[in-house]
């Protein structure tokens, strides 16, 4: 009798530990409490690479990973152009993102073991499933990376692209020589040059600069191999779990948002019509899933409106109609046979 009652003493006890703890607001961190007394975001990007971010004439910026810092802006601060952009190299944007001079690295980069272990950084998801492969001009009627044995190979330095290409050299047995730059814009230059007989990058960098760069981009061809995986995501310092929640969420509500046909044209019309539990926790019509992250219940609302979904992004940013005329493949939601996936947002 007296372990009975222990035991349901026990379980009482840890059912209000728990509904205690689901009641508990999220509290402000030191980078949510930097960012609000300064008023604006500091996101850290490519100089130039389209597709993921790159600016205008005017100096409006644009791309993927723009828009995963303007969605941030959105739900955190309650307005999208409240953002400073900080253009940088491969070299120097661990540094900058440790030094705390940004918020967000939003800079097409790989999400690797070394990098979340040892550099003091957090990943708060993948925004673009890519992978590294070769170009080529059409004249030299390569058409397979076996036929490559020997080349020489445009790379830029101090990234995961270089180290990439070492390991497929030595693993093929294609003993490739490599030619590395500082700078993308360096390696860009050299390869339509001629000093390079291929070209190696991701697939998505490849493909912005064919269509960007050459003079026709007919004349050079992405050959179909891929020799690496390259999870591309948004990284943030470690040590402040509260901003990287916000981070990793909005990121997934917007991949929530084209599960549940949720868009930046429909969003204000299905918060006050629609019927649907997933489409009303959303939108914050429901339950108010903000203050778990020490936000407001319209905080996925802002993202969408501000950036649109997943899928909006990306087709404005990759897709067919974009630069880059990349198709969805990998980067497909999970139920129509891509890879994208989002824990729920409840």
């Not at 689901?22 to 007394?37: E, F, L, N, Q, Y």
């Not at 953002?83 to 939003?106: C, H, M, T, Y």
Request: hydrophobic share 40%; with cysteine; glycine share 10%.
């Amino acid at each position: 009798m007296f372990h009975e009652s222990l035991r349901k003493n026990a379980a009482a006890l840890a059912l209000l530990g728990l509904a205690t703890l689901a009641s508990v607001p999220a509290h402000a961190g030191k980078t949510i409490d930097a960012i609000k007394a300064r008023g604006h975001l500091n996101c850290g990007v490519a100089p130039n690479v389209p597709g993921f971010a790159a600016a205008d004439s005017q100096g409006v910026w644009a791309g993927m990973d723009v828009d995963v810092c303007r969605s941030v802006a959105a739900a955190l601060l309650g307005d999208a152009t409240k953002v400073k952009w900080v253009p940088l190299n491969a070299s120097q944007r661990f540094a900058v993102l440790q030094s705390g001079e940004i918020d967000v690295l939003s800079r097409n980069t790989t999400w690797t073991l070394a990098r979340d272990a040892s550099l003091g950084i957090t990943f708060t998801g993948i925004t673009y499933f890519d992978g590294q492969g070769f170009m080529v001009p059409k004249k030299s009627k390569i058409t397979s990376a076996k036929q490559l044995k020997g080349a020489t190979v445009c790379v830029q330095g101090g990234t995961t692209t270089e180290k990439n290409l070492s390991d497929y050299s030595k693993a093929s047995g294609s003993a490739l020589k490599s030619v590395v730059f500082d700078t993308r814009e360096a390696a860009n230059k050299a390869y339509f040059s001629g000093r390079c007989q291929a070209y190696t990058h991701e697939i998505s960098g490849l493909a912005g600069v064919r269509n960007g760069e050459a003079s026709n981009p007919d004349d050079h061809v992405i050959l179909p191999e891929l020799i690496s995986k390259e999870p591309l995501g948004p990284a943030v310092r470690r040590g402040d779990e509260e901003f990287a929640a916000i981070v990793k969420w909005v990121g997934f509500a917007l991949i929530e948002a084209e599960e549940a046909g949720i868009t930046r044209a429909n969003a204000a019309q299905l918060k006050t019509t629609s019927a649907e539990p997933v489409v009303q926790r959303i939108l914050g019509t429901s339950e108010d899933t903000g203050k778990l992250l020490g936000l407001d219940k319209e905080w996925a609302l802002r993202a969408i409106e501000a950036v649109g979904n997943y899928g909006e992004m990306y087709e404005r940013n990759m897709g067919p109609n974009s630069v880059l005329k990349l198709p969805r493949g990998a980067n497909n939601l999970w139920s129509k046979g891509g890879l994208v996936y989002a824990p729920p947002v409840r």
